[in-house]
């Protein structure tokens, strides 16, 4: 594949209808996630979306875009991702 037909998306946005159905696109990676909880990378930086019931309906790596459903109780942005703050929390409180 030439590199020159590869779409990369630069753009982010969010999409929630009805509190039911949720589509982002700009996602970089999905860290993690379960029925309650989704941690995602994206071009604006990292988002929790929380809820209940919650799933993929789609996934399209490649230009960035996911849809999730189920009820969407919040959705937060975060400047860094949690893994991180939680191990360095762990660590600080370790070797005090």
């Known amino acids: 594949m030439d ?3 590869i779409i ?3 753009s982010h946005s ?3 209808n009805e509190r039911k159905n949720i589509v982002i696109t700009g ?3 999905i860290d993690s996630f379960d029925n309650e909880e989704f941690l995602l990378e994206t071009n604006m930086g990292y988002i929790i979306i929380k809820g209940e019931g919650l799933e993929i309906i789609k996934l ?3 230009q960035g875009n996911v849809s999730i459903k189920g009820k969407v109780n919040s959705l937060s942005y975060m ?7 939680k191990e360095d929390n762990l660590f ?3 070797f005090k």
Do not use: A
């Open 92 to 94: 600080s409180k370790l």
């Open 14 to 16: 969010v999409t929630i």
């Open 60 to 62: 399209d790596t490649y």
């Open 27 to 29: 996602v970089k990676k």
């Open 8 to 10: 990369t998306s630069s």
């Open 3 to 5: 590199k020159d037909n």
């Open 79 to 85: 400047e860094h991702s949690g893994k991180k703050e």
